[in-house]
């Protein structure tokens, strides 16, 4: 069998210690581009993601996708016996991911630099609320407050309310994005400067969001200013925001460029606003930006949503409706790209998961296996790692397993 087509990563070892979403969905990140993921979990209680709506009656809807292409052994990694089963699996991983709070494997007798005695390469991907340094460090920290704390929930909202939270865990995937980033980056430098040493790569929850808000951080060193909030892109580009159509529905529509603008004008037949002081630069129109808005959606109501798309389409004008999940599921843009596949499932039968991204040409990740069952896969780990069928059995047998 080809081990190229299933990702770019085959051959990568990576054990995961984490636990709920934003370290482990970088560590699934990895395993659906082929790395080998095996997911370490307290015995008789596993992940507490396990344990996290949506739900179908008793099942976990969320597990499926988020814990898919991993094995999962479980292992009480504070015991002694537990310890020395760790190391044994240190010593055969290329990267750790984890996500206690700063401090806990070092209590643990398991910090950096007891790992690299046996696995002098090994690269130890971790995450926290506020990071591994700073006063803050030992705080706990989830994806919500950590939001609040990026600066980015300031500026979520309508002026006269409470500012908004993200509806879903937005931070922790980001998160996880840059923590899949952070451990290929990591891979790669060893790699192609033939380093034998191998390092720490960390960051805090709050830190991935923060780096988005370049805007926010330059508007007030040079400005002075606090953006308030706002529930759409403000400050960016006018016309920008979402808009209702004559029969009802609604699209998000955005001009971040003069060019778009200009296409725009085009297809309102407005031509005119284009020698129009007040209109002709985007720096211009946001000075005029009730005006503009004002413009536009009288224009938009003429049109239903289906009318309004293919139009502005023509003219290459970046618009979109509003999709439910229902939509979506009936998108034919989804389904060419193979965003929604099914996958089994020990209960449910089958179950719908996003599917792969990003895609390779040549080495195509793929969802290899479905999501685990609590210490499904302790006796193909353990033997693997020289231990015998009576040793694994006495191991569970003391719940250490």
Sequence with gaps: MNQMKFG??????????????????????????GAEVTKVELPGKGD?????????????????????????????IRSDEGKAIFLKLIAKVDVLIENFRPGTLEKWGLGYEELKKVNPKLIMT????????????????????????SGHTAIQGYPDRAPVSPSYSLLDYITGVYLAFATVSALYGQ????????????MGLYES????????????????KVRERSPGLAGHSSPAGTYETKDGKFVVLVCSTDSTFNRLAE?????????????YTNSERLKNDDEVQGIVSSWIKQFSQKDLQEK???YGVP????????????????????NIVEVEHPRLGKIKVPGVVPKFSKTPGAIRHRAPELGEHNEEVLLDLGLTSEEVANLKEKGII
């Design 312 to 314: 502005l389409d023509s």
């Design 8 to 33: 770019p990563l085959t051959g990568v070892k990576i054990l995961d210690i984490s636990t709920m979403i934003a370290a482990p969905f970088g560590a699934t990140l990895l395993a659906d581009l």
């Design 126 to 149: 971790r995450c926290s609320g506020y990071g591994q340094t700073g006063p803050y460090r030992e705080k706990a920290g989830f994806g919500t407050p950590c939001t609040a704390f």
């Design 48 to 76: 507490t993601l396990r344990t996290v709506g949506p739900w179908k009656g008793t099942e976990p809807l969320r597990w499926p996708g988020l814990a898919r292409n991993k094995k999962s052994v479980t292992l009480d």
């Design 191 to 202: 790699e192609f400067n033939k380093d034998e040493e191998g390092q720490v790569v960390e």
């Design 319 to 338: 618009v979109s409706p509003i999709l439910t999940i229902e939509d979506i599921f009936n998108d034919p843009q989804y389904k060419a790209r193979e």
């Design 209 to 224: 969001i923060f780096r988005m808000l370049e805007f926010l951080v330059a508007e007030y060193d040079q400005n002075g």
């Design 267 to 279: 297809a309102m037949d407005r031509m005119d606003m284009l020698e129009d002081d007040r209109y």
